[in-house]
T-cell receptor, first 112, second 111 residues
Framework: GDSVTQMEGPVTLSEEAFLTINCTYT??????LFWYVQYPGEGLQLLLK?????DKGSNKGFEATYRKETTSFHLEKGSVQVSDSAVYFC???????????FGTGTRLKVLA | DAGITQSPRYKITETGRQVTLMCHQT?????MFWYRQDLGHGLRLIYY???????DKGEVPDGYVVSRSKTENFPLTLESATRSQTSVYFC??????????FGPGTRLTVL
């Protein structure tokens, strides 16, 4: 069945370090891909998305490229800040379905 | 304010009691969802609704009941709460487009 796999955390980085959080997916159709972020005590917020192969989603310095050939959607940021500390979820959905499949989340901790 | 709200934000109850968690959205989104979030399990879908009066089970529906008499409201009821239902519950909504929008969550503790 369809699934999303993301790297286990926690990921601990120093401020201004480069961030990569890996996400791969399996899908029978052509999914849209998402990264959501969850700050402590809050709900999930959409960070970025991509709806077709080779699309790049970007927001707040974060980027992810929809790679069909490697079925991946890795999240990157060139210079993380303490305020980026949160849990990041990769997700997919296929147009015409209700189903939204989430990864298990990756906790990021950025140290000053 | 526009958006999606949940109430209460925190709830403590006892085993066997009935509990209702409320979810309200102001966008007139057709789809609404209930998830629970537990350590080690990520987000799991409990129930979803495609429109008013249309609901269906998700991945973990046992012990829960939903209704959707109005487009904007989607309450989740635990008919007889159990300790295993201690969790953080998130409501979400979306239009026919694919982005889901989440509420702030309800932290439920069943003693």
């Amino acid at each position: 069945g369809d699934s999303v796999t993301q790297m286990e955390g926690p990921v601990t980085l120093s401020e201004e370090a480069f961030l990569t959080i890996n996400c791969t997916y399996t899908a029978t159709g052509y999914p849209s891909l998402f990264w959501y972020v969850q700050y402590p005590g809050e709900g999930l917020q959409l960070l970025l998305k991509a709806t077709k192969a080779d699309d790049k989603g970007s927001n707040k310095g974060f980027e992810a490229t929809y790679r069909k050939e490697t079925t991946s959607f890795h999240l990157e940021k060139g210079s993380v800040q303490v305020s980026d500390s949160a849990v990041y979820f990769c997700a997919q959905t296929t147009s015409g379905t209700y189903k939204y499949i989430f990864g298990t989340g990756t906790r990021l901790k950025v140290l000053a | 304010d526009a958006g999606i709200t949940q109430s209460p934000r925190y709830k403590i109850t006892e085993t066997g009691r009935q509990v209702t968690l409320m979810c309200h959205q102001t966008w007139s989104h057709s789809y609404m969802f209930w998830y629970r979030q537990d350590l080690g399990h990520g987000l799991r879908l409990i129930y979803y609704s495609a429109a008013a009066d249309i609901t269906d089970k998700g991945e973990v529906p046992d012990g829960y009941v939903v209704s959707r008499s109005k487009t904007e409201n989607f309450p989740l009821t635990l008919e007889s709460a159990t300790r295993s239902q201690t969790s953080v519950y998130f409501c979400a909504s979306r239009l026919d487009t694919d982005t889901q929008y989440f509420g702030p969550g309800t932290r439920l503790t069943v003693l």
